[in-house]
């Protein structure tokens, strides 16, 4: 635990028992870039572009996966503070 709160990996430690019980379950995670610690990081880092059945690793941009964003306001985040607009 984190200063009171739950850690990426105690959640998904949390939850995993309970999808053995239901059979053909998934475990969804969705997230941005932030930062190179935790368990997206480690999924990412451990099977991104390797042919695993099992586990998806999908990497893309904010516009392409929702079309609907305004360019502009993305442009204008970007030149604001590149880095914190690419996370």
Do not use: C
Not at 13 to 39: C, D, E, N, W
């Amino acid at each position: 635990m984190s200063e009171g709160r739950r850690t990426d990996r105690e959640l998904v430690q949390a939850i995993r028992p309970s999808m053995m019980t239901i059979p053909g379950s998934k475990l969804i995670v969705i997230s941005s870039v932030h930062s190179r610690v935790g368990y997206v990081y480690e999924m990412w880092r451990d099977y991104f572009g390797k042919p695993i059945d099992s586990v998806l690793i999908w990497v893309s941009d904010s516009l392409s996966m929702n079309p609907t964003l305004d360019r502009d306001l993305i442009d204008i985040e970007l030149k604001k503070d590149p880095s914190a607009a690419r996370s």
